[in-house]
């Protein structure tokens, strides 16, 4: 069964903190895809990053970092010195192969995160 | 390169009555999706289309809701009479591929009174 948890509901930080946002997913394919996406107060939904199945490196992007290890299905993003404009709810998705073709993605409930100056 | 739009932007409505929610995807994306977000939810999938068929409308409430994309392009989905629990954020996401990134619209608010 395909399913994505995110147990954070909210989070609150300190401007500067370092922060991290869980993600555990379960799939019964060998392979699929991952996903982070932001939602800001404005509303839309913003892609931040994709990783297939079948590339556990970790990936650095400025003051984001994700984490990926399949020995516990996760898929955990840390934002290093956090600041006010990373306040935004954050969703971890997962795309899944369909049995009729093309990929099916879900989403977790998502983890609020605020910043506080 | 123009993101994908959506309107109307809020709608608000009485419930039996009907509303219709357009999206413009973006140009050359075979791949459009149309999600329902709850407040304080992730986006559950209504209905994706691939071109102008439909791969997945499994969660789509065939009683009162409907879509189409005409032409492979733009698309409709319309709720018809509209229940209390309607009131969501309708959100249209389009990909290039379906295990892709998806570029989602701004959304349309809709409250039913």
């Known amino acids: 069964a395909q399913k994505v948890t995110q147990a954070q509901t909210e989070i609150s930080v300190v401007e500067k903190e370092d922060v991290t946002l869980d993600c555990v997913y379960e799939?019964?394919?060998?392979?699929?895809?991952l996903f982070w996406y932001k939602q800001p107060p404005s509303g839309e939904l913003v892609f931040l990053i994709r990783?297939?199945?079948?590339?556990?490196q970790n990936e650095i992007s400025g003051r984001y970092s994700w984490n990926f290890q399949k020995s516990t299905s996760s898929f955990n993003f840390t934002i290093t010195a956090s600041q006010v404009v990373d306040s935004a709810v954050y969703f971890c998705?997962?795309?899944?192969?369909?049995?009729?073709?093309?990929?099916?993605?879900?989403f977790g409930a998502g983890t609020r995160l605020f910043v506080k100056a | 390169e123009a993101g994908v739009a959506q309107s109307p932007r809020y709608k608000i409505i009485e419930k039996r009555q009907s509303v219709a929610f357009w999206c413009n995807p973006i140009?050359?994306?075979?791949?459009l999706y149309w999600y329902q977000q709850i407040l304080g939810q992730g986006p559950k999938l209504l209905i994706q289309f691939q071109n102008n068929g439909v791969v997945d409308d499994s969660q789509l409430p065939k009683d009162r809701f409907s879509a189409e994309r005409l032409k492979g392009v733009d698309s409709t989905l319309k709720i018809q009479p509209a229940k209390l629990e309607d009131s969501a954020v309708y959100l249209c996401?389009?990909?290039?591929?379906?295990?892709?990134?998806?570029?989602f619209g701004p959304g349309t608010r809709l409250t039913v009174l």
């Open positions: 990783r297939n199945s079948f590339d556990e």
């Open positions: 799939t019964r394919d060998t392979t699929y895809y």
């Open positions: 998705a997962l795309s899944e192969a369909r049995n009729t073709g093309g990929f099916k993605t879900i």
């Open positions: 140009s050359g994306h075979a791949t």
């Open positions: 996401a389009s990909s290039l591929r379906t295990n892709g990134e998806q570029f």
